[in-house]
């Protein structure tokens, strides 16, 4: 694995050499000097244009959703369609912002596009925020129009005229006076081309709100270069992968096909998956909801080749494709991200799909979803790893307390330097200027480098439990629980303790059908752990753990339900 590493660095410099497609160079980013790739588009508006409308793209299938399938010319023309109606219609100037608040679907996309294509600034709202939440965000964002569909207007709508905020809704009846139906504005402009209108790689191009534990969510407000440079670093890794494996794209059985599994409000929705499958020409099928089974019917009828979800996906899917029903046999790469896949589910995975298929990696909305990535033999073995540093123009550090960087092994916050990071939060100087240091976030992330740059998660700063002066991390013990062959979820928290001030709670679901007892799982617990780090509560539920949008386990909801038990 140390020689194809030595030819895959190989293949960097070569690829970021002077005049090939990712030659990199210095310039100056909000006083930092920076480095960045010197042929990347000069926004996302240019990029569309260099890829949707691409005459080697135009006939290829785009997007699939149910019966609906879109050629890249067709969601491209559509996207001209809502430009213009932005323009003429609502008046939107370069900067204002339009938030987009509903589930995956090609519209989504559609008015995202449409947006950028006029230089406004798109706020992509969580479906699953409550009225209130949408209040919050709408009127933090000062968003001039909101395009969403039916459920999330009723949600809206209460409030809608106090705010002077124009609903475009998807749906295919008219809702109120009030509001313009998606398709009838786009009807209007059939004949609409691309505006002529000027925007510069430092000009802000979206604002996504962060899912914080306490308090309002803040705005992580991203220009259009931080966005290209995450999509232009992985796709200089891939065809790094190929160059130094000697393969060509053009060689695979199946052309490429991405699942689209995780909402489109999340950076790696809409980066990862929608923005990155538009530089390959890449088929995006959407789900609106995950449901494993309908995910491997999927695989097997349009012949996806990348599948990438938060570790439960992966799981499940594995266990569906294990029943032998489907026929999954094209994909050629299974990620994650989001959360740790747990060593017994990367087992399990590379058991399943095999080990060259199986990736996962770190990255956060505030770097755009850049970070570490890591695949293949070195997944294999080291599983607890997120990775080694996505080349070329992404640095990662890890400091104490004092800001001092860490030597291999030792452990403290991690710092992200990109040009992929996000400027800083909308309306929160306060809060960018602790986050963003000379040019590095720092994540709250706790973990460590090993010699070789591969990067261990262990906790999030404000996650560690503080037992009788004793650091305990939450992914340590998780992760012991789920080596136990009876356990499907898992979650770990700090709970009060009156003489320790906290100790280890966890709540388990079992497998179906499977039985265990506290005490068994204590003692299998103390077989790895040491005795301070096994958990003091252990509660047993048949519902499956409530989860966030992105699919990640809840732990606050967890938490606080359970809390109440000690009181």
């Known amino acids: 694995m140390v020689e194809s590493r030595v ?185 609409a081309s691309i505006p002529s209108i000027l ?87 959407m789900m609106t909801r995950w449901d494993a089974k309908v995910a491997a019917q999927l695989i097997e009828r349009e012949r996806i080749t990348f599948f990438n979800g938060v570790p439960t996906m992966s799981a499940e899917l594995q266990v569906v494709v294990d029943s032998g029903q489907y026929d999954v046999s094209s994909i050629s790469n299974i990620s994650s991200g989001g959360a740790a896949r747990p060593p017994e589910q990367v087992k399990k995975i590379i058991e399943t799909f095999g080990y060259s298929l199986a990736t996962t990696g770190y990255g956060l909305t505030e770097t755009n979803a850049l970070g570490c990535v890591i695949w293949g033999e070195d997944y294999e073995q080291r599983s607890r790893s997120v990775g080694r540093v996505v080349p070329a123009v992404t640095e990662i550090k890890v400091i104490d307390s004092t800001g001092r960087s860490l030597d291999a092994g030792e452990a403290g916050e991690i710092c992200v330097k990109t040009p992929a990071n996000v400027r800083g939060y909308w309306n929160s100087p306060e809060a960018t200027s602790e986050a963003f240091i000379d040019g590095w976030f720092h994540t709250g992330d706790v973990g460590y480098l090993d010699k070789e740059g591969f990067l261990f998660i262990v906790d999030r700063i404000k996650d560690i439990i503080i037992r009788g002066g004793e650091n305990i991390s939450c992914l340590e013990v998780e992760a012991a629980i789920y080596e136990h062959p009876s356990v499907e979820e898992a979650v770990v928290f700090g709970m009060p303790d009156e003489r320790l001030g906290e100790v280890v709670g966890a709540v388990v679901v079992l497998r179906p059908e499977k039985q265990l007892a506290r005490e068994s799982l204590e003692d299998f617990l103390a077989m790895t752990l040491a005795a301070f780090k096994v958990p003091a509560h252990i509660w047993f539920q048949q519902k499956k753990l409530p989860r966030i949008a992105s699919g990640k386990i809840s732990k606050r909801d967890v938490k606080e339900k359970y809390l109440v038990s000690l009181v």
């Open 7 to 191: 030819e895959y660095r190989k293949a960097i410099d070569f690829l970021t050499g002077e005049g090939q497609q990712f030659e990199t160079e210095y310039c100056v980013i909000n006083g930092v000097n920076s480095l960045v790739y010197k042929n990347a588009p000069k926004n996302l508006k240019e990029y569309f244009e260099l890829t949707a409308g691409n005459s080697d793209n135009s006939d290829k299938t785009f997007i699939v959703f149910e019966n609906r399938r879109y050629t890249y010319a067709e969601i491209m023309q559509l996207a001209r369609q809502f430009a213009a109606s932005l323009l003429s219609d609502y008046f939107v100037a370069k900067g204002d912002r339009v938030a987009i608040a509903m589930r995956n679907n090609p519209e989504w996309i559609v008015a995202y596009m449409g947006a950028l294509l006029v230089g406004a600034v798109v706020v992509p709202m969580n479906a699953w925020w409550t009225g209130d939440e949408l209040k919050y965000g709408l009127e933090d964002s000062d968003a001039k129009v909101v395009v969403c569909d039916l459920q999330r207007a009723t949600r809206i709508l209460p409030y809608a005229d106090e705010m002077e905020l124009s609903l475009v809704v998807v749906a295919d009846q008219e809702l109120t006076e009030e509001t313009v139906r998606f398709d009838d504005l786009l009807a209007v402009h059939f004949d």
């Open 199 to 285: 925007v510069d790689p430092e000009d802000d191009a979206t604002i996504m709100y962060t899912s914080g534990s306490t308090g309002h969510p803040k705005g992580a407000v991203s220009t259009h270069r931080a966005v290209l440079s995450a999509i232009m670093s992985w796709c200089l890794m891939g065809s790094a992968r190929e160059l130094a494996e000697n393969q060509k794209s053009a060689e695979t059985p199946y052309p490429p096909a991405a699942l689209l599994t995780v909402p489109l409000f999340h950076v790696t929705g809409s980066h990862s998956l929608f923005l990155q499958s538009m530089l390959v020409g890449q088929k995006l099928v």
